[in-house]
């Protein structure tokens, strides 16, 4: 009521539009003192204790949302996932010696690697999020990719590449083109762990009647295939597809549908270089 009193004669008096935009600065500095009080406090509550957290900005590129909780929670979760396939799979991840990060992001999922033994890569497409890492993770090693291959290392460089929504953002070319550069930086027997988004309900429910029954016939399903490579761009993998074509060059170790924690409803695969 007082509300709507205060309305009218601020519109009386001609300065219900001034009174908007006055609002509308002061809502925009509330939402960024909030954040920055959320980054500090966070920064010192969590498993990855006194590692900055990203800028609003940097950290909605990588997650799809401003708010510093989830980053934390579902890279911690993330983290959790992968270590939860290796070991479910007698892989424990000490015993490993180099892990890449292959679309490290804002490095939501790497920072909770400082304490292992192994040595620590991560590589972006976003030049600008690998900056961020180098200067504020300082203990993994940044590269910045291309769209397509290869990336900036050596044959058979690592025991484990990790990539978590990755090829749920890229064309059906570009899949099987990093598929086969992945396999070449892995070391023998190497482990390769990846999400898509796969027959979980939540994702079926966003495909039309046609790409539903491509689907379930066991095509590859992509949507805005013309911006691979960003988050509009969206791949829907079944299963069969995976096992099948994707990684037909690889030992399917384990399969999760729904397993990715920090992803949430994306199935998780583990496979091996043969």
């Known amino acids: 009521m007082l509300r709507s009193r205060v309305k009218e004669v601020l519109r009386a008096m001609g300065l219900l539009p001034t009174a908007k935009r006055i609002r509308g600065r002061v809502s925009i500095l509330a939402s960024g003192l909030r954040y920055r009080i959320d980054q500090l406090r966070y920064r010192y509550k969590t498993d990855a204790a006194r590692l900055p957290i990203p800028p609003r900005r940097l950290n909605y590129l990588v997650t799809g ?55 620590v890569f991560g590589t972006d497409y976003n030049s600008e999020l690998v ?27 690592f025991d484990l590449i990790y990539a978590l929504s990755v090829f749920t953002h890229l ?24 999400t898509t988004s796969g027959a979980c309900p939540f994702y079926l429910k966003r495909l039309s ?47 999760l549908q729904g397993g990715a924690f920090g992803n949430p409803y994306q199935d998780v695969y583990l496979l091996q270089k043969c």
């Open 65 to 119: 949302a401003e708010s510093v909780r989830w980053y934390v929670d579902s890279g911690r979760w993330a983290a959790q996932s992968i270590t939860t396939t290796l070991e479910r799979n007698l892989i424990p991840i000490d015993s490993l010696r180099t892990i890449l990060d292959f679309g490290c992001g804002s490095g939501r999922v790497i920072r909770h690697w400082r304490s292992l033994k192994a040595e």
């Open 131 to 157: 900056a961020w890492c180098r200067q504020y993770l300082g203990f993994a090693k940044f590269s910045v990719n291309q769209l397509d291959p290869p990336l900036p290392y050596e044959d058979q460089s």
């Open 171 to 194: 064309d059906e070319s570009r899949q099987a083109a990093w598929m086969a550069e992945l396999a070449r930086v892995l070391g023998p027997n190497g482990y390769l762990l990846f």
């Open 209 to 255: 009647n046609a790409e539903l029954d491509r689907f379930q016939r066991g095509e590859l399903v992509i949507q805005s295939e013309n911006v691979a490579g960003t988050n509009t761009c969206a791949a829907y993998h079944p299963p069969e597809y995976v096992r099948g074509r994707l990684a037909r060059d690889f030992l399917v170790v384990d399969h």
